[in-house]
């Protein structure tokens, strides 16, 4: 198992080095650049600002200062944004998308969780049907109608809760509510169906058969013996699942004004801003392939016939 762990840590090096490199040649090949406006410059002062950011260099040259600032922390400066670099940017609102990322993966996995499994006990009852319901709702209403939606019962028309705003700003706790449920819906949704049919599954296998024939108590076969084997569908998701809520969860932090990374993301994009888009790829790419580290891991500890060597 260390052995594997080691050169799981290994691996991270060269696929985030193909990953830089595909991202840094993909967005200075993309048609436009981070200086070309409605307003055109005049050309000397065009050139002047490429000799200052190294444009005039050839695009390998380019590369190459790019990976040596990249050894040393650096992401670089950012094009469009001019106050601060790269990395202020990100790491600025990087820790507001992780805590409503946190956030709304631990509903989805709570409330995911428990409806499957309450569905899978309950086939074919209103409880299976119900929490289907709800889970196929998650997954077919975008979520720029499901936030909206939140905000005009809970915030307009009950105030309970605000309607858009950052604890960060205001000190105020209860503005992660409404963003951190909409942004579960998709994957409460997903962790439901996934758990449900996981479930099935294995209450029909040959082992919990054996348990109930030995008169095992149902709550020991459910949640000691089937529980670990049903988790393993839900793990596997859950490492992608993170590193998207955590960087897509652009249209959460429009409609409730939340601070993020996923505003830079976008932003970036439509400015070309080279190192910032290749700055938040870095960071979506180091959160994805950590927690897939971390699932395979949490499957050997699931599943014991699951051995790495």
């Given amino acids: 198992m260390t052995k594997y762990v080691i050169k799981r840590l290994l691996g991270i090096i060269p696929t985030l080095l193909i990953i830089i490199t595909v991202s840094f040649f993909i967005v200075r090949l993309a048609p436009g650049g981070p200086f070309d406006g409605e307003r055109n410059l005049p050309e000397t002062i065009k050139r ?34 001019k106050d601060h670099d790269v990395n202020f940017y990100i790491f600025e609102s990087l820790p507001n998308s992780m805590i409503l990322g946190v956030i709304a993966i631990s509903i ?56 858009s705003g950052w604890y960060t700003v205001d000190g105020n706790w209860i503005t992660i509510i409404l963003p951190a449920i909409t942004l579960s819906a998709a994957n409460f949704g997903t962790i439901a169906r996934l758990t449900r049919s996981s479930m099935l599954e294995t209450l029909r296998s040959d082992y919990i058969r054996t348990a109930k024939a030995k008169g095992m108590k149902s709550s020991t076969i459910l949640f000691k013996h089937a529980l670990k084997g049903t988790l393993l569908p839900i ?42 888009i290749v700055g938040v790829v870095i960071v979506y790419s180091v959160i994805l392939i950590f927690m897939n580290f971390i699932v395979d891991i949490l499957y050997s500890l699931l599943d014991p016939r699951i051995t790495y060597k």
Avoid: C
């Fill in 48 to 81: 002047n600002i490429e000799a200052k950011y190294h444009f005039d260099e050839p695009l390998l040259m380019q590369y190459g200062r790019y990976m040596f600032d990249i050894l040393r922390g650096d992401l670089g400066p950012s094009y469009r944004y």
């Fill in 235 to 276: 793990v596997s998701y859950l490492g992608p699942a993170f590193a998207g809520v955590v960087t897509g969860s652009v249209v959460v932090e429009s409609v409730f004004r939340i601070p993020g990374l996923g505003k830079f993301f976008v932003q970036s994009s439509f400015n070309r801003d080279y190192t910032l």
């Fill in 108 to 163: 989805s996995v709570l409330f995911g969780i428990s409806s499957g499994i309450l569905a899978a006990v309950k086939q074919n009852t209103w409880a299976d049907y119900l929490g289907m319901a709800f889970a196929i709702v998650g997954i077919s209403v975008p979520l720029f109608v499901i936030g909206p939606v939140l905000q005009y019962v809970f915030a307009v028309k009950l105030q309970w809760v605000p309607t």
